[in-house]
């Protein structure tokens, strides 16, 4: 449902978004990264939704984010920027005092996974109207399979916002490579999360993680196939630090742009949740979709 076809390592980028978030009445003082991902009912009706971290959204009312797109496709440039680039930025209230059912926010159903939807169909809706957009919709198709086989070490790519850095001028966030240091398919400590040999720092709550197989990588039949394999395997949540006391410590990722003293220390190890978990925020999805329709 991409506006601009672009390759599987470009869409690591294009599929995320920068969200501030913010108390009703006030300026937005948290910040985090996002990223689009569609949903399909079996009438072909789609909901488009920002997939992050409930602890980003958390305690916060709302959430603005900026898409950038252009009149038409021949407007793009072959790496796919915009030509004569507009922008718009975009406010939404995540909750609806009248109906619940109509809250732009869905939580994961377990309080415990650190992962909730922002509904924006609405938005997309009204914004292809108008413009071709520099976006990429993931899906369910991106998710890993039985068949992805999956090794204790792997290569993974990952874009966001880290410390709200980003390149403004073309609206772009940061990439970073890195590898899995525990099995992507395992469960790290008996919980649905492995660990990355990347280092995580505020800003970067609720980036996609990929799995990135370059020039060759094992197909299904268990041959080599020649191009760009790229597999939605997490979404970055915490990250693993070291106190001065020398203690190990998980914590989640901060989200406020204001300086803080602390006596953490970063041991370049974060973690992600098992991104089959969005399929249960699909299923809740799936079924407000079919609510609505009977309403």
Partial sequence: MSSVEVKPEQSVARCTVRLECGVKGHPASSYGTGFFYNVADKHDRRS?????????????????????????ASDFTQRGQPINRVDLKHHVDLYDTT????DSLILHPDPNIDLCAINITNIISSRLAQHNLRIQFLDNSWLATSKDKMCDV???ISAGYPASLWDEYNNMPIARVGFTSTNPSAYYQGKKDFVMDMAIIEGASGSPVFHYQRKIYENEEGGSSFGTKTTLIGVVWGCITRTDRNEVKIINIPTSS???VDSKYPMNLGLALHADL????EKIILERMYKIELA
């Fill in 258 to 260: 204001k300086p803080v």
């Fill in 154 to 156: 792997e290569q993974i």
């Fill in 99 to 102: 109906n619940t059912i109509h």
């Fill in 48 to 72: 488009i939704y920002i997939l992050t971290n409930r602890h980003v959204v958390n305690r916060n009312d709302y959430v603005e984010f900026v898409i950038s797109g252009a009149k038409s």
């Fill in 278 to 281: 969005i399929l249960d925020i």
